[in-house]
């Protein structure tokens, strides 16, 4: 599948906007194909992308499979210890319709935004000081 400019800029841009009210971290990464298990690539990619150096422990990752359509939401100890299993498989169940039908940004803008009012909610943003420790850029495999 092919990814536009224009498609990572919605998404960088999302998650600036999340970021805006959050010390918190989000990242995405698109893969083409997954080995069958999402969540485990999401966990790998999570680690090799560095998402626990956070000082907070509060980075949320999406990992995307774009031709297998497959996806899983990853959040550090962190924020997980704040929301809970069931967060993250509403976050799950709210992008599945838009999956389903190929609208795969619009479900990463909702699922993004979902879980920036989490991560706000939890890890409100700290002012000046408040650095950006993970790039908003869009990882790709
Ligand atoms: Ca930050
Ligand atoms: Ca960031």
């Known amino acids: 599948m092919q990814v536009q400019p224009h498609d990572e800029q919605r998404i960088v841009a999302a998650i600036e906007a999340a970021e ?15 080995s069958g298990d999402p969540l485990r690539d999401a966990q790998k990619q999570f680690q090799k992308l560095g998402m626990h150096r956070t000082a907070e422990r509060n980075g949320i990752l999406f990992f995307i499979a774009l031709e297998s359509h497959k996806f899983a939401v990853v ?16 976050i799950r169940d709210h992008m599945v319709p838009e999956l389903k039908e190929g609208r795969w940004i619009d479900a990463l ?20 000081s408040d650095r ?10």
């Open 75 to 90: 959040g550090d100890s962190g924020i997980h210890a704040k929301v809970g299993q069931a967060f993250w498989e509403g």
């Open 109 to 128: 803008e909702l699922g993004i935004a979902e879980a920036g009012r989490a991560l706000a909610e939890h890890f409100p943003y700290q002012g000046p």
């Open 20 to 34: 805006l009210v959050t010390s918190g971290e989000v990242r995405v990464h698109l893969n083409d194909t997954c």
């Open 132 to 141: 950006d420790e993970l790039s908003n850029e869009v990882s790709r495999g």
